[in-house]
């Protein structure tokens, strides 16, 4: 079973902030935060991971709190193009290859 | 750009005629995944090589085979398809040291299969 929960859907506006919360209260010390969206009809895509400092890249920021019990994923301006189901996955980084997909969030981008 | 190729994107069977899917990288990863996906549902792992290592999950049925005839080729086989088996099929990448577990997974487009 995935190890994290997630709210069903979202909605954001075109250019404001989307801020995806995922709770994994029983997290590992070992184990790393991953992000991945789907968009329609295609494969997912790799967005982001990290263990407990707050990451960010060209795509997003990903925040985890100090108990690494839930973590938050902030895609900073919205656009349409975000529209897509996004997946918290937690796994450690060595040890296994499997990710466990959670049902995920829907992300609605509106214009 | 490298990337992770799926072919076709669309697949058609009757039920019970074997079928294969192919998936081909050029990424020059080590590690690739086979994933279904049916509707409304989250990708779920079928199996995965590590190099020519083959690594099968535990409830993955038997129906589902796979062959990995070098490291950009990967294939899944469906020997008797059946109506439950129609989903998307997803193949992956990764590339892993060491048997670290692999950094993040490089996913293609995916091939819907539909069995009549």
New interface residues.
Partial sequence: D?KTTQPTSMDCAEGRAANLPCNHSTISGNEYV?WYRQIH??????II?GLKNNETNEMASLIITEDRKSSTLILPHATLRDTAVY?CIV??????????????TRLKVLA | DAMVIQNPRYQVTQFGKPVTLSCSQTLNHNVMYWYQQKSSQAPKLLFHYYDKDFNNEADTPDNFQSRRPNTSFCFLDIRSPGLGDAAMYLCATSRDRGGTGGLEQYFGPGTRLTVT
């Fill in positions: 995935a991953y009809s295609q494969g997912p895509q790799y991971h997946y796994r450690p980084y060595s040890g296994t290859y499997k990710y466990i997909f959670g049902t995920g």
